[in-house]
């Protein structure tokens, strides 16, 4: 069978609960989504707030402090925020990718020898959570001759550690302090691998998808073999590439309705494929995608990102500012302009005044 773009673009969005906001706890929200990207603390936040029915920040800095959510280095070696039982069913399944993200470290990993590192840091962190600043300095003071950033990095990548929230708006500081998984969530780790659980619920909050995007997702390579040994249904795209999905996944008509959405930076529907064309054009890729590898945050209008956009307050007014990537009907300027009204009063509920512009 074969599916068009936009009915890829339209699985994926339902997928990612972005066809229509849904009232569901956030815990099975952040469940579905496997996860959502979490380089900054805030970023997770505006993505639930884009996906779930009436949601108060309050819901998620609940589940914090609960630990059923953890903010933790998970897939591809970045901070997510996942489900504390996901964390401890999958933490093992992606230490190949954090073992081997070691290698980036390069002249800076002379002398490191991981083994000690990880022992050294296990028994510092088991007396108090720390910042990473605290733990390269007591680990250089164990390993004088070794670079304080491998240091860092080789904790960060190797020992199971999740950030310690603050009672800061969006739960953590930007320099949180790290405390060991097992002990902060009062379970066990699992030891062995899941991989082909962890690609069915890839399938289930991405897909239809190729194993080349699973890898780009997970950071975990040779995927296709895995693939092949699930029962899975098979597609066709437009360019003739086969697609994966799970039986009975949700698959709308291509003509479904879809709402403009905005997006955080970093949001996960932007980076979990191999090719993005799913969700963006490739001409709009390098204002999305930085030099600096920033992902900016975007809005999407009939499913496809359409623009970038920013909030800022200044003097007690709050403005969003959106950068479309083309001319704007009428009717899609009402609808941005409606959905982002409460968008920057999501972002800003002590300002005095609200503003919407659209930049050039």
């Known amino acids: 069978m074969k599916l068009s773009a936009k009915a890829v673009n339209r699985a994926t969005l339902a997928r990612q609960v972005l066809l229509g906001r849904e009232e569901a706890p956030v815990v099975e929200v952040v469940g579905r989504l496997v996860g959502m990207q979490g380089q900054e603390a805030k970023h997770p936040y505006v993505g639930l707030w884009s996906r779930i029915e009436g949601f108060e920040e309050g819901e998620l800095d609940r589940a914090v402090v609960a630990r059923e959510v953890v903010r933790a280095t998970l897939f591809r070696g970045t901070l997510h925020l996942v489900t504390a ?14 073992e081997a993200g070691l290698r980036v470290l390069g002249e800076r990993g002379e002398g490191l020898e991981p083994e000690k590192v990880v022992a050294a840091a296990e028994k510092l962190l088991a007396k108090e959570p720390l910042t990473f600043t605290e733990v390269r300095d007591a680990l250089q ?13 080789c904790t960060r990548m190797l020992v199971p550690l999740v950030m310690h929230p603050s009672e800061v708006r969006w739960s953590w500081t930007a320099n949180s302090r790290f405390t060991p998984a097992e002990a902060w969530l009062g379970k066990k780790l ?23 995007d699973f890898q780009t997702w997970s950071g975990l390579q040779k995927a296709k073999p895995i693939f092949d040994e699930l029962e899975l249904e098979t597609f066709t795209d437009d360019a003739g590439k ?21 997006l955080p930076e970093f949001d996960n529907l932007l980076l979990s ?14 204002a999305v995608f930085t030099k600096n590898l920033r992902v900016k945050a975007t809005y999407t209008v009939d499913g496809f990102v359409a623009g970038l956009w ?18 704007l ?22 300002a005095k005044s609200y503003e919407i512009v659209t930049a050039g």
């Open 85 to 98: 039982a996901d964390y401890l069913r999958f933490r093992a399944t992606v230490a190949p990718v954090l």
């Open 329 to 350: 009907t009428k009717k899609t300027t009402t609808e941005l302009e409606r959905e982002g009204d409460g968008l920057v009063r999501f972002l800003e509920p002590d």
């Open 242 to 262: 086969t697609l994966y999905d799970v039986p009975d996944a949700p698959r709308p008509d291509a003509d479904t309705a879809a709402p403009v959405r905005f």
């Open 141 to 153: 003071q164990k390993f004088p001759d070794v670079n304080e950033r491998a240091l860092g990095f």
């Open 310 to 327: 920013t909030v800022e307050k200044k003097r007690g007014v709050a403005t969003l500012t959106l950068t479309p990537f083309g001319r």
């Open 273 to 286: 494929h191999a090719k993005r064309e799913r969700i963006i054009a490739d001409e709009h890729k390098p």
């Open 190 to 212: 699992r030891k062995r691998a899941e991989l082909k659980e962890l690609v069915t619920r890839y399938l289930e909050a991405f897909g239809p998808a190729t194993p080349a």
